[in-house]
């Protein structure tokens, strides 16, 4: 029993020595892989809106936006010309007629409406489809920049606290884009 008391302490003694030699030799790894990471960062708004793409579909959509504004504005005086008006008749006009003329003006305002929420899911829907086709392109050229300088990843800026700014991709992806998507 002297004995296996003896043993068990010597295997205890032969494991700890082995666990901290390992332990350096796992830090010498460590150290090792930390060195060969290099990791790049862009700011994937910054990049994407300053695009010639992105600027140029903005564009775009803002004189499709004004034309329907104008639109949008002639038919808003229209209802509000019809409410005018039958607020003026109404003491007036006989109840048959006052009722068809309130028909009229609530469906004329309820397409009105209507007409403006199909305006503005269409343009949110236009605008959505243009961002994700040009993100789609945009992910693309990160990767084949990350490629390029041998990164072994590209991370979002915004979520980073610190960086050297020669690591930012942001400049490089936008003028990328520029020369690949023209």
């Known amino acids: 029993m002297f004995s296996l008391k003896k043993n068990l302490k010597e295997y ?11 332990s350096g030799q796992m830090a010498a790894v460590a150290e090792a892989t930390a060195a060969s990471v290099k990791i790049g960062f862009v700011d994937i708004q910054t990049a994407i ?25 002639a038919r808003k005086k229209k209802v509000e ?3 005018m008006e039958l607020n003026k008749q109404a003491n007036v006009l006989n109840p048959t007629l006052k009722k068809k003329k309130e028909e009229s003006f609530l469906r004329e305002k309820k397409d009105f409406e209507r007409y ?3 305006r503005e899911e269409e343009f949110a829907r236009k605008e959505k489809l243009a ?21 072994t990843m590209v991370l979002e800026k915004k979520s980073v606290f610190y960086s050297d700014s020669s690591l930012d991709l942001t400049s490089l992806a936008t003028k990328t884009y520029d020369k690949l998507y023209p």
């Open 116 to 118: 403006v929420q199909d």
């Open 131 to 151: 961002l994700d086709k040009i993100s789609k392109k945009m992910l693309k050229v990160l990767k084949q920049l990350g490629k390029q300088k041998k990164l």
């Open 49 to 73: 809106t300053e695009t010639k793409e992105f600027k140029k579909s903005q564009m775009k959509f803002r004189v499709e936006l004004q034309k329907e504004k104008g639109i949008i504005d």
């Open 81 to 83: 010309g019809m409410l």
């Open 12 to 22: 205890r003694v032969l494991a700890w020595a082995i666990l901290f030699a390992m």
